[in-house]
Every structure is written in C-alpha cells, then in structure tokens.
C-alpha cells in the first residue's frame, strides 16, 4: 500500500478557495488512479473528485462540478484538489484515496475501489 498525507485544509469564509495536496510515499502512483472524497458529520463519505491514472479523463459530483479541480504531478507524486467558490455544505473531512487497481482502465467510483487512505483534512466553510 501506498501512504497518503493531505495537507491545505483550514477555515474559509463562503466564496473562498482553498487547494488541497496529496502527498503520497512508499510507492509511485504514476499508474493508479486516484480519488477525492468527503465525509460530513452524520453523513456518507462521498466520492468527490477522481482522476485516472492516466490524467486524461476526470469525474466530479454534480455538487462540486465547475468549482472543483483534481490534478496530477507525477513527477512529485502528488495529486491535488482546487476548490472555488466555496460554500458552507462544503464543509467536511476530504480524503485522498489511491485505487486498489493498477492502471484501470476505467475510473474507480466507489469507496471499495480505493484501498489507501489519507488520515483527512478538515476543510470548514464559515457563511
């Protein structure tokens, strides 16, 4: 397994952006895809964003879809979340999520598909 560490959460007035990194060691995610999520008190951890190991093809929830920003840099071995205009029902713990799967060739959409995982970064949006 690969370890993950998100860096970049913090308090954000409403309107605001914050980027989020996923720092990842103990193996190369070059050929993995990866996947954004969030986890509100009470509720599901949702998929987020994802990004194929390949970087040629996304997805995003409708809620964040045209705010959000999932990238790669392989290079650094490091994937990342931009997110604008930030609302309060954006406020959660995202987590950073490598897929089981080596070069898969579709993207992972759901939680059983990703067996790394990031400790989260708190991400709270103030109105």
């Known amino acids: 397994q690969v370890q993950l560490v998100e860096s970049g959460g913090g308090l954000v007035q409403a309107g605001g952006s914050l980027r989020l990194s996923c720092a990842a060691s103990g193996r190369a995610v070059a050929r993995y895809g990866m996947g954004w999520f969030r986890q509100a008190p009470g509720k599901e951890r949702e998929l987020v964003a994802a990004i194929k190991w390949s970087g040629d093809r996304t997805y995003y929830a409708d809620s964040v879809k045209g705010r959000f920003t999932i990238s790669r840099d392989n290079a650094k071995n490091t994937v990342y979340l931009q997110m604008n205009s930030l609302q309060p029902e954006d406020t959660a713990v995202y987590y950073c999520?490598?897929?089981?799967?080596?070069?898969?060739?579709?993207?992972?959409?759901?939680?059983?598909?990703?067996?790394?995982w990031g400790q989260g970064a708190q991400v709270t949006v103030s109105s």
């Open positions: 999520a490598a897929d089981a799967l080596r070069m898969r060739t579709v993207l992972a959409g759901s939680v059983s598909s990703y067996d790394s």
